[in-house]
Structure formats: C-alpha cells, structure tokens
C-alpha cells in the first residue's frame, strides 16, 4: 500500500474578531463602499493578518501551533480608526493610527517562530489592517470611519481555502490569553 502525501495548506495566523465585531466593520464598510465601489470581503473572512506562512506541510504546521503555544499572550487594545488603500492591489482597508506595541511584539514572535520551523516570512514591514473591500473602481474619498476598539485576548491559525466564490477561511487553531 503506497500512502498519499498530506497535501500542503494555506495558512496564516490572525486577530480573529468575534462576531458583534465583526458585524460593526461590515456594517461600516458596507455603508462607505458605496462612494467607490468594488466587492466587500465577505463578513466571515474579516480578519487582521499577523503573519502569513504560505504553504505548510503537516510537520511545519506542528511545529508552528506547538511554538505558538508556548508564546506569552498580553490582552491589549487595538483601535481601529484610518482607512487606507492599497492602489495597486485594489483593496480598501481600515488599521490603526498607532500601533500598540503588544500587537508588533506578537506578529514579530510568531514570524520568528514560523521561521525557526523553516517557513519563508514575507521580509516586508508589518502593517496590521483588515482588508475591508477589493476591485475598487475609485479610489477611496471617506470620510473618517467611525473608530472600532477591539479588545484582543487571543489569536488563531486559519487556512485559506479556494473556491468559485473565491477565498474563504477556516480558524483550524486558536490560542488565546489564559489571564
């Protein structure tokens, strides 16, 4: 009997926001989209990338959620108050004025322990945002949104998982603040 390799997934750790959060920024995007039009991300798949690790094997992956375990994780406050834009990519997005500095320490330790199970880290700066919208026909002239304050006390492991609807994504692990 020849045994089938596990297949590789698509993974990614993220601020995932529960659901009355998550319902306050559809909400928020839905009512500005209509100045510039373009797709809203789906409300399910809003989230904040901390680190994105591509293709990961089984072992990888164990060893990713087994260091991510480990991690001291610090409660904090993220206020999300700016959109930005990412011309080049189409996209609409809202992030934070200031970064708390529990937020950078967390994406920077989880891209040390993604590369220390051998994964390849995009070597660009972090710039936390949650991509609100995609395929903008105009760029963006909003007003200021209404400032979002999402206490964060944990983080999760997703998969990106292609589709004809395009992407959707599953939480497979989540790790979250034990205080």
């Known amino acids: 009997m020849t045994g ?39 409300q399910d798949n809003l989230h904040l990338t901390l680190v994105f690790l591509g293709e990961v094997g089984q ?28 011309e080049s990519a189409q996209v609409l997005w809202l992030g934070c004025s200031q970064t708390p500095a529990s937020l950078l320490a967390l994406a920077s330790a989880l891209a040390g322990k993604a590369q220390a199970a051998g994964l390849r880290i995009d070597p660009r700066a972090f710039h936390p945002h949650v991509t609100l919208a995609r395929k903008l026909r105009n760029p963006p002239d909003l007003a200021p949104p209404r400032p979002v304050a ?3 006390d944990g983080f999760v492991l997703a998969e990106s998982l292609s589709g004809p609807g395009g992407p959707r994504y599953a939480v497979l692990e989540r790790f979250a603040d034990s205080g």
Request: net charge positive; charged share 25%; hydrophobic share 50%.
């Open 150 to 152: 999402w206490r964060v």
């Open 59 to 86: 072992a990888q992956q164990a060893a990713v959620v087994a260091a991510a375990r480990r991690l001291p994780l610090a409660r904090f406050e993220l206020l999300l108050d700016r959109y930005g834009w990412f």
């Open 4 to 42: 089938v390799a596990p297949r590789a997934r698509r993974l990614f750790f993220a601020l995932w926001p529960e659901p009355a959060l998550r319902e306050a920024l559809w909400q928020e995007t839905r009512e500005q989209l209509q100045r510039c039009g373009g797709r809203l991300v789906p």
